[in-house]
C-alpha cells in the first residue's frame, strides 16, 4: 500500500464522524430555522384565514337579520329584489328561503334556477326545533349537501315573529361552504395551504373535498381554532401545502448528504497527497542531484589535479588515492543509477533472503576498510538467520547495510567495535547498526535538514532514506548518552510477506 493511499484511509477514517457530526448538526439548525420559519407564516396565515371566515360568518347574520326585517315589514317586492342582489353579489350565497314554522318550504330564491337554494333544508329540522326550544333567534345548521350538487354548505335560520311576539316562520339563508373557503384560498401571500373545517359535536366536515393532513408533518404546524357562533363550534385545522414544507436539501437522507460530501472531500485530500508527494519526490530528486553534482565535482576536480601533476613527472601522483576517488565517482553513479531504476517500483525483484546473508556480503566487501582501522564488527549469527527478509538484494545490501556500515566505519575510532543487532517487535523487523562514532550524527528520522556529514555521508544518508521508502520503512538516528550512535532500520512485516512470499 503507497503512502498516499495510507494516508487518505488515515484521513478518511477521522473526517467521516466529522463529516457526518457537522451534516447532522447543519440540518437540527436547518430544521430549526425551517420550523420556526414555517410556524410563524402559518401562524400569519392561520390568523388571516380564521378572521376573514369569522368576520363572513358574521356577514351572513347580518344579511339574515336584514332580509328578515323587510320580509316582517311586508314589503315583498322590496324583500325579493334584496335577495335577487344580494345572491347575485355574493358569489357561496346559493339563495334564501321562507319557511313554515315546520319547515316547509313556503317561497326560494332566485325563482328561476334555485341554484341548489333549498337544499336540504327539511333534514334540519330537528336543529330547527332545537332551535325553538332554546328560545334562539338565529341558528346556524350542521353541513349538509347542497341540492343537486356534491358540495357541502350550510343554513344560517333566523326566526321571525309576529307583532304580538309569536313565532310565524324562518328566514334560511343557504351558504356553499365549498365556494367560502374557495374564497378564503385566495390569498396574496403567495403560500398554498390546506385546512379543515368541522363540525365539533357531530364531527361533520364543512367541506366535501375533505383534506388529510400529511404523514410526516410536524405538529407544531397545524394550526387549530374554533369560533362558537349561534348554536355551533365550528373546528378549523390549516397547514402550508407548497415547496417549502419539504425544502431541496431534506429530499435526500442527511446520512446520503454527508456520505457523498465526505467521499467528495476524501477524493480531493487524496489528489492534494498525490500533488504533495509528487513535490516532495521532485525536491528530494533535487536535492540528490545538488549532493551528486557537489560530491562529483570535488573528486573531479583533485583528478583533474592529479593529472595536472602527472605531466610533469607521473611519479608525484598517488596512484592509490586517485584510484579511490575514481571509484568513488563511478560508485556515486552507481547508486544513483540504481535508485532512481527501481523508484517506479514496477520492475522490483525481491527474494527471501537471510540478514545473515546480507551481513556476511557486505562485510566481506568492507573488510579491507574494518582491518585499515582495527575495527571489530560484532553480531549474533543465530540471531541473524533468524530474520527472513524479503528485500531487493542489490538495493537493500549494497545502498543501505553497506552505506550505514561504510559511515560507521568513517566515523568511528580506530579499535572499536561495530555491532549489529536484530529483533522481531509486533509486525515489524527492527536492525539496529550501533557504532562508536565521535563525528556529527543526526538524531531522529533524517529529513532535508538533518543530514549527516558532508560528501559522499550526506549524499549516502539520502540514499537509505529513499530505498527504505521504497520498501516502506524509516531510517533513524539515536544518539547514545555515552558516545556513538545507533542507525535503526524499521521494515513492516506484513508489507515484506505478502505476494512474494513462496
Do not use: C
Not at 374554533?226 to 378549523?236: D, L
Not at 610533469?312 to 588515492?321: E, F, G
Request: aromatic share 8%.
Amino acid at each position: 500500500m503507497s503512502s498516499q493511499l495510507r494516508r487518505t484511509l488515515i484521513f478518511a477514517a477521522v473526517s467521516l464522524p466529522i463529516v457526518l457530526t457537522v451534516v447532522l448538526a447543519g440540518q437540527y439548525w436547518l430544521d430549526a430555522r425551517r420550523y420556526k420559519f414555517l410556524s410563524a407564516e402559518t401562524s400569519v396565515l392561520h390568523s388571516s384565514i380564521f378572521e376573514r371566515f369569522e368576520a363572513q360568518l358574521g356577514h351572513y347574520v347580518s344579511i339574515v337579520q336584514l332580509v328578515s326585517t323587510i320580509w316582517s315589514s311586508g314589503q315583498s317586492q322590496h324583500f325579493a329584489e334584496t335577495a335577487e342582489q344580494i345572491i347575485a353579489e355574493t358569489p357561496e350565497v346559493q339563495g334564501l328561503s321562507e319557511l313554515s314554522l315546520d319547515g316547509v318550504i313556503t317561497q326560494a330564491w332566485p325563482y328561476l334556477s334555485n341554484r341548489g337554494a333549498v337544499g336540504r333544508v327539511t333534514q334540519n329540522l330537528a336543529s330547527l326545533n332545537e332551535a325553538r326550544a332554546s328560545k334562539k333567534n338565529l341558528w346556524f345548521s350542521n353541513p349538509f349537501k347542497l341540492y343537486q350538487t356534491e358540495e357541502m354548505g350550510f343554513g344560517v335560520y333566523h326566526l321571525i315573529k309576529d307583532a304580538k311576539g309569536q313565532p310565524r316562520g324562518w328566514i334560511a339563508l343557504v351558504v356553499s361552504s365549498d365556494a367560502l373557503f374557495r374564497e378564503l384560498k385566495k390569498t396574496d401571500s403567495g403560500k398554498s395551504y390546506d385546512l379543515r373545517a368541522i363540525e365539533s359535536r357531530t364531527g361533520l366536515s364543512y367541506i366535501s373535498d375533505k383534506a388529510e393532513l400529511p404523514s410526516k408533518i410536524e405538529p407544531g404546524l397545524v394550526k387549530t381554532n374554533r369560533i362558537e357562533i349561534h348554536g355551533r363550534e365550528i373546528e378549523i385545522q390549516l397547514w402550508l401545502t407548497d415547496e417549502l414544507m419539504v425544502p431541496v436539501y431534506l429530499k435526500a437522507p442527511p446520512l446520503l448528504i454527508g456520505l457523498g460530501f465526505w467521499l467528495l472531500l476524501t477524493y480531493v485530500y487524496y489528489l492534494l497527497e498525490g500533488r504533495k508527494m509528487a513535490s516532495a519526490q521532485l525536491e528530494d530528486l533535487n536535492q540528490l542531484l545538488r549532493l551528486a553534482i557537489h560530491d562529483t565535482s570535488t573528486s573531479l576536480t583533485t583528478i583533474k589535479g592529479y593529472l595536472e601533476f602527472m605531466k610533469d613527472d607521473p611519479a608525484l601522483v598517488p596512484v592509490d588515492r586517485l584510484s579511490r576517488h575514481v571509484g568513488f565517482v563511478v560508485d556515486l553513479l552507481d547508486q544513483i543509477k540504481l535508485v532512481r531504476q527501481y523508484s517506479a517500483k514496477d520492475s522490483w525483484k525481491r527474494e527471501r533472503l537471510s540478514l545473515l546473508n546480507f551481513v556476511l556480503e557486505v562485510s566481506d566487501i568492507l573488510s579491507e576498510r574494518l582491518r585499515g582501522k582495527d575495527i571489530f564488527l560484532k553480531y549474533d549469527p543465530e540471531e541473524l538467520s533468524r530474520a527472513q527478509l524479503y528485500l531487493n538484494r542489490g538495493l537493500f545490501g549494497h545502498s543501505v547495510l553497506g552505506n550505514l556500515l561504510g559511515q560507521a566505519i568513517t566515523y568511528s575510532p580506530p579499535g572499536s567495535t561495530l555491532q549489529i543487532r536484530y529483533r522481531k517487535e509486533n509486525a515489524t523487523h527492527v536492525i539496529d547498526i550501533q557504532d562508536q562514532a565521535k563525528g556529527p550524527a543526526g538524531s531522529g528520522r533524517i529529513g532535508k535538514s538533518q543530514q549527516t556529514g558532508k560528501g559522499l555521508e550526506s549524499f549516502s544518508v539520502q540514499i537509505v532514506e529513499q530505498v527504505m521508502q521504497l520498501h516502506d520503512g524509516k531510517l533513524e538516528f539515536i544518539p547514545l548518552a555515552e558516545g556513538g550512535r545507533i542507525a535503526r532500520l524499521t521494515l513492516p512485516d506484513v508489507h515484506l510477506s505478502s505476494e512474494l512470499r513462496p
